[in-house]
């Protein structure tokens, strides 16, 4: 079992900047990849920004060279650092732990409202 706890959510005006955290309760070098995804009210859920256990990351075009997503191996933690907000990023993020055997974790959500 890995438990996940997003923080780092709230409002922002938009063009402004967030920075999302996501604890894992056990070494994330255990995890294949682990991702970003956000729902936003009647919308499909969709992933944000991926990072694997290599370091290799990857954006939905939608947020790509605003957000980024890092790691701390040290830490177990993944971060989402996300600027220029706009007011279709609002919505509840979640990141993920998807372990090598393709099992998926996930944590509860932060919300993200961007709102003037």
């Known amino acids: 079992q890995v438990q996940l706890v997003e923080s780092g959510g709230g409002l922002v005006q938009p063009g402004g900047s967030l920075a999302l955290s996501c604890a894992a309760s056990?070494?994330?070098?255990?995890?294949?990849?682990m991702c970003w995804y956000r729902q936003a009210p009647g919308k499909e859920q969709e992933v944000v920004a991926m990072i694997t256990s290599g370091g290799t990351t990857n954006y939905a075009d939608s947020v790509k060279g605003r957000f980024t997503i890092s790691r701390d191996n040290i830490k177990n933690t993944v971060y989402l650092q996300m600027n220029n907000l706009k007011p279709e990023d609002m919505a509840v993020y979640y990141c993920?732990?998807?372990?090598?055997?393709?099992?998926?974790?996930w944590g509860q959500g932060t919300q993200v409202t961007v709102s003037s």
């Open positions: 056990r070494s994330i070098l255990g995890a294949n990849t």
């Open positions: 993920s732990y998807r372990t090598w055997d393709g099992i998926v974790y």
